[in-house]
């Protein structure tokens, strides 16, 4: 087969159909991936070598005119001999001739870029450098770090909301505190550098994801607190001081004299760190607690005359 026949092709083809039909049959025929198949191997070298020729233009053009044979040798116009003098080829080193490459691996097309899009960025075959069967230098890999871990870290809502140290226990046994960054919330990632994997390069890094938990009565509202507060029809007439539970512990606050059910106060930079370092709030609702069969409180009630139509602003 001459060279055109070995990649699939007719005499003619453009440059891209060329290195089209190559790229093809080196993906399936490259020795790495026919270990077990010398045959692909010598199969391999026959494309190869019909691609170093035929990609160079000056090389093609000769072997198109019938100047040079498949292995890039030139031919003899007479069959044999050296001819005497003339103008015709002279004697050159063993076995070659002056002006002409014989050994076809010696003058082959830098094929390194090719073989990087083929086979994931290394210059494949790796079988003596280039020469031979038309093979190429593996490149050599950079050393490499060793393997991530990840983690999942579930951590209390109210640890998150004051930023408490956490101690985990790392895969080598190892325990740390770990710090909560400002702004962290649930799917939050911290990365611990050099606690993954060892490695030639060193140790990977460890991949921490934050869960924060929920909590019985408190709700999150960006870097806010919600709680929902109980209190006596007195406390809400009179006004009083109640105790309030907060992330770090209860405080005492005011319930201003006249508060209604829904009243909204404010507990200043009781809620969570945002990124920027400032402290959200803690909004506690006022809820008043009507106790069901009070008979002081019913009696009361039916005595007295006060309180007038609360739903006037509902036209009714």
Do not use: C
């Not at 579930?154 to 505190?177: C, E, H, N, Y």
């Not at 460890?206 to 209190?231: K, M, Q």
């Amino acid at each position: 087969m001459d060279l055109y026949q070995k990649l699939g092709l007719s005499r003619g083809a453009s440059e891209a159909e060329i290195k089209k039909a190559y790229r093809s049959l080196a993906k399936q025929l490259h020795p790495d991936r026919n270990t077990d198949n010398p045959k692909a191997a010598e199969r391999f070298a026959d494309v190869t070598r019909a691609y170093d020729l035929l990609s160079d233009k000056d090389k093609r053009a000769r072997y198109d005119r019938g100047e040079i044979d498949e292995e890039g040798n030139p031919k003899m116009p007479f069959g044999g001999g050296f001819g005497g003098g003339g103008a015709g080829p002279r004697p050159g080193g063993p076995g070659g001739f002056e002006g002409y490459q014989t050994n076809f691996g010696g003058d082959t097309a830098d094929l390194s870029d090719l073989f990087e899009g083929l086979f994931g960025g290394a210059a494949a075959g790796g079988r003596g450098g280039r020469g031979g069967f038309g093979g190429f230098r593996q490149r050599a890999q950079p050393p490499q770090k060793g393997a991530n871990v990840a983690y999942r870290l579930k951590v209390s809502f109210t640890d998150a909301a004051t930023m408490a140290p956490q101690r985990i226990t790392l895969g080598d046994g190892k325990t740390i505190d770990l710090k909560l960054p400002k702004g962290v919330e649930d799917g939050t990632k911290i990365r611990l550098a050099g606690k993954g994997e060892p490695g030639p390069a060193g140790n990977g890094d460890a991949l921490v994801t934050i869960s924060i938990g929920t909590h019985p009565f408190y709700t999150r509202e960006g870097n806010d607190i919600r709680l929902r507060l109980p209190v006596t029809l007195k406390e809400a007439v009179l006004g009083a001081k109640v105790k309030v539970p907060t992330p770090e512990g209860p405080v005492m606050m005011t319930v201003p004299k006249g508060s209604a059910s829904g009243r909204v106060l404010r507990l200043k930079n009781r809620g969570f760190t945002g990124k920027s370092g400032t402290r959200g709030d803690q909004l506690v609702t006022v809820e008043i607690d009507i106790p069901a069969g009070d008979a002081e409180l019913e009696a009361f009630a039916e005595s007295w005359d006060g309180g007038g139509n609360p739903r006037s602003s509902l036209g009714v």
